[in-house]
């Protein structure tokens, strides 16, 4: 069982969709629960980080963690073409920046 | 303020031969971590570099080795290239403590090798 498993893709929306992103874990000693964007050709950025169980918002952002299902999820509220992008989930057990990285879900959001 | 730079860009080895990759960390940052991102794969821990010491590896053989200078600026070294060597590396920079601990990376462009 992989440590991290990610929904595939692609997934394709229309303008204003809303979007859900989801990831789930194997390791309990995971502690730090984080969303990268990468833009094609481009380093992944860190959109979210928590390091609870519970949501966390950032404008049309939502980062979700449920730790005792081992599930987090993102949600994109009023999708914009700029959204598109690869969305990896990563989580952390906080002894040192090894980030573990689900497999990246490919978005395309359609004008 | 700059940001964590690679050099090469792009670049183009044949197998058997050896690579170095290059970082610079962005500006207060003084640990160094390497990813290496195969195609339609999320990133995969190398090792980490903190005050010029290795401070954990990744599942990666001895071939591949780094090293951090008193700048904070990084190398990757990759010896005996294999063609599944093939892949967008990145490095990222934290400012360490619990910044670093937390997951917050800023991550480069990175170096995309081609091993024929």
């Known amino acids: 069982q992989k440590e991290v498993e990610q929904d595939p893709g692609p997934l394709s929306v229309p303008e204003g969709a809303i979007v859900s992103l989801n990831c789930t874990y194997s390791?309990?000693?995971?502690?730090?629960f984080m969303w990268y964007r990468q833009y094609s050709r481009k380093g992944p950025e860190l959109l979210m980080y928590t390091y609870s169980s519970g949501n966390k918002e950032d404008g049309r952002f939502t980062a979700q963690v449920d730790k005792s299902s081992k599930y987090i999820s993102l949600f994109i509220r009023d999708s914009q073409p700029s959204d598109s992008a690869t969305y990896l989930c990563a989580i952390n057990t906080g002894a040192n920046s090894k980030l573990t990285f689900g497999k990246g879900i490919t978005l395309s959001v359609r004008p | 303020e700059t940001g964590v730079t690679q050099s090469p860009t792009h670049l183009i080895k044949t197998r058997g031969q050896q690579v170095t990759l290059r970082c610079s960390s962005q500006s207060g940052h003084n640990t160094v971590s390497w990813y290496q991102q195969a195609l339609g794969q999320g990133p995969q821990f190398i090792f980490q570099?903190?005050?010029?010491?290795?401070?954990g590896r990744g599942n990666f053989p001895p071939r591949f080795s780094g090293l951090q200078f008193p700048n904070y600026s990084s190398e990757l070294n990759v010896n005996a290239l294999e063609l599944d060597d093939s892949a967008l590396y990145l490095c990222a920079s934290s400012p360490g403590g619990l910044a670093g601990v937390s997951g917050e990376l800023f991550f480069g462009e990175g170096s995309r090798l081609t091993v024929l």
């Open positions: 570099y903190y005050r010029e010491e290795e401070n």
């Open positions: 390791n309990s000693a995971f502690q730090y």
